[in-house]
């Protein structure tokens, strides 16, 4: 997995969330063409599954409040960041 590292980033905009001060430190993998790791949700989460790169700049407004930036921020999704 350490190979497959790219990136980490701190979130801590003092209004990223809704619920409080909310701090995130995010990390950024790429696992190449290695198959993807089984997933399981927790009760907050009930329908995880991956979705391809390709697709996730549509999604955006499906996303939990900056969730969406953060995946942008590592991955360029838009031109806006």
């Known amino acids: ?37 089984v997933v399981q949700a927790d009760d907050d989460a009930a329908l995880v599954q991956w979705t391809p790169i390709d697709q996730l700049a549509g999604l955006e407004e499906e996303f939990f409040e900056d969730h969406f930036h953060m995946l942008n921020h590592f991955l360029g999704l838009t031109k806006l960041d």
């Open 1 to 37: 997995m350490r190979a497959a590292l790219q990136s980490v980033a701190v979130f801590d905009h003092p209004d990223r969330s809704q619920r409080g001060r909310t701090i995130t430190h995010a990390h950024y993998f790429d696992l190449g063409d290695a198959p993807f790791p």
